[in-house]
């Protein structure tokens, strides 16, 4: 099973070595990782003026996966668009066919007091975001800017997007929900807004015709409104919600924050042969990087997703999970999670932690 290993800019390359030891640590046990390191983002445009190599995304290409820590630098924030770091992970998605979004948020009962909820309200809380990640309004033609050619403000400077999504778009990051869904708590909740947009009442019957083949999965719809709603209010509600890319990117982010730490959260991007791009859900924190400081947690459990959906491994996954929960409840923290009463750690040494618990 070849794995590309694109450590990126900034804590990037700390933070994957620590997942990389950890599948190292797995490898040991029979499996055959062959794990190939190339450029990524600002290290990439340094060595080669390009912050996406041909030869990186060869690499990514033909491997089983890719492990990704982070881009981005201020020190290239000067540099035209497409060549700014940022670009490298825009291409991926778009070279690969990366159309679906995995984020779990999970809170671990050892880090309740982190959340900026109360402990009761999310204690337990572990619920599958999956957003699409091709379409929607973000990629849709025709935009611009023009002059308005009609209505009240006609001849006025305007801009305009397009919304729009087709069926096997829908139908894809359907079945991908709704088997996420039967592998866990067996329950999708389909985000829309079907009762003013035309996509998505588009949307919500695809889904629920694509329902029919999963007969084992409840399905329920829920404006995206509401749905930002109970995010807070019940969190605990949800198991697998899928969503289109707008209102993914929103949620997303907004479940993360349930958690109340950016360096737990492990991402996915799959396409449609099962090969993905594995990452944690926060940038590459310039701030903080060479401190040997940053939790490597997020990359390691993007390691175990990796395990899960595209080398074929639910059971390695699953050893990780709990090594990483076994390493919080022995009180090991980074400073992004430290509390009192816990014990602050660097980076490498809750590597070793999260290595030392796989026995
Ligand atoms: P960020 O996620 O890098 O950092 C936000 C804050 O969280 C910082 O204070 C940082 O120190 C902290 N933080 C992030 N990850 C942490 C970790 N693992 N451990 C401890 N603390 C952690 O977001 P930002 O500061 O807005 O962006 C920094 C750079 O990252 C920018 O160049 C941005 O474009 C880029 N970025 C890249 C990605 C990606 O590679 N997919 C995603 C988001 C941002």
């Known amino acids: 099973m070849k794995i590309a290993v694109l450590p990126g800019d900034g804590i990037g390359p700390e933070i994957v070595a620590e997942a990389v030891k950890v599948l190292e640590r797995i490898a040991a046990d029979g499996f055959d990782f062959t794990f190939e390191f190339a450029p990524v983002g600002g290290a990439a445009y340094a060595q080669t003026g390009h912050p996406l190599p041909d030869s990186t995304l060869r690499l990514a290409r033909d491997a089983d996966a890719v492990l990704f820590g982070a881009v981005g630098d201020w020190k290239y924030d000067q540099l035209e668009r497409a060549l700014r770091p940022e670009q490298a992970i825009l291409g991926l998605r778009k070279n690969l066919g990366l159309f679906a979004n995995l984020r779990p948020a999970i809170l671990y009962p050892e880090l309740a007091g982190a959340s900026s909820l109360k402990p009761e309200v999310v204690s337990g809380l572990d619920i599958l975001i999956v957003r699409e990640l091709t379409g929607d309004i973000y990629f849709g033609q025709p935009r611009g800017r023009r002059r308005s050619p009609d209505g009240a403000f006609a001849g006025e400077q305007e801009a305009f997007d397009t919304m729009r999504y087709t069926r096997p778009e829908i139908e894809r990051i359907a079945h991908v ?26 949307w ?90 940053a939790n490597p947690l997020a990359t390691i459990l993007s390691a175990a997703m990796m395990l899960r959906h595209s080398l074929g491994l639910p059971e390695q996954a699953q050893r990780i999970e709990a090594a990483v929960q076994t390493a919080l409840a022995q009180g090991l923290r980074t400073a992004d999670i430290h509390a009192p009463g816990t014990e602050k750690v660097g980076t490498a040494r809750m590597g070793d932690a999260v290595v030392a618990a796989l026995g």
């Open 177 to 202: 929900a709704f088997k996420a869904a039967r592998g866990r708590g067996k329950r999708l909740t389909s985000v829309d807004k079907a009762n003013v947009l035309e996509t998505f009442q588009f």
């Open 204 to 293: 919500k019957d695809v889904v629920t015709e694509v329902h029919a083949e999963y007969p084992d999965v409840e399905l329920d719809h829920m404006y995206v409104d509401n749905a930002a709603m109970q995010l807070v209010r019940a969190p605990k509600r949800f198991d697998v919600v899928v969503t289109g890319n707008m209102f993914g990117d929103i949620l997303s982010d907004e479940a993360a924050m349930l958690t109340g730490s950016i360096g737990m959260l492990p991402s996915a991007s799959l396409n449609e042969k099962g090969q993905g791009l594995y990452e944690p859900s926060h940038g590459s924190a310039p701030d903080i990087a060479g401190q040997g400081i």
